[in-house]
């Protein structure tokens, strides 16, 4: 039997050649990679940024890093107003100081985490805005 209806054998059993590799990078003419990170060209500092009225430099994402520690800082205080108190309640007797007592640290940890996604999401708001103006100003868009 010469050939099988399905094509002739593989060579060497059931083993597949190995796989070629994809097409050659090829470069394109005119077209440079921007360095990715952040954009330092227009970085104009906090008051630079304050008094920028063309609105060219946001202010928020360099607020970020001073409101979470102030986040943190009013959270803690509270919650230690809060185990204080529960202290003070469970000295009364009262079960709800026990309560505060247990609940205190669980509030403490949600608000924190609650704090620091909003800014998270606050950063990543700015930061998209930042890649399109890269895109923008690379004319990649038109």
Do not use: C
């Not at 108190?85 to 403490?108: E, H, K, Q, R, T």
């Not at 996604?117 to 606050?122: A, D, P, V």
């Amino acid at each position: 039997m010469a050939n099988p209806p399905y094509g002739p054998p593989q060579p060497g059993g059931w083993q597949q050649p190995p796989p070629q590799a994809p097409y050659p990078p090829q470069a394109h003419p005119g077209y440079q990679q921007q360095p990715s990170g952040p954009r330092y060209d227009n970085d104009k500092g906090f008051f630079g940024s304050l008094f920028d009225f063309g609105f060219d430099n946001f202010i928020a994402p360099k607020l970020v890093k001073f409101l979470y520690v102030l986040s943190l800082i009013i959270i803690t205080i509270l919650a230690i107003v809060l185990v204080v108190s529960g202290l003070v309640g469970l000295g009364n007797g009262s079960a709800a100081g026990l309560l505060m007592i247990i609940l205190a640290p669980l509030g403490w940890l949600l608000y924190l985490i609650t704090a620091r996604l909003y800014l998270e999401f606050f950063i990543v708001v700015f930061k998209i805005s930042d890649d399109l103006k890269d895109i923008r100003d690379s004319g990649a868009m038109r």
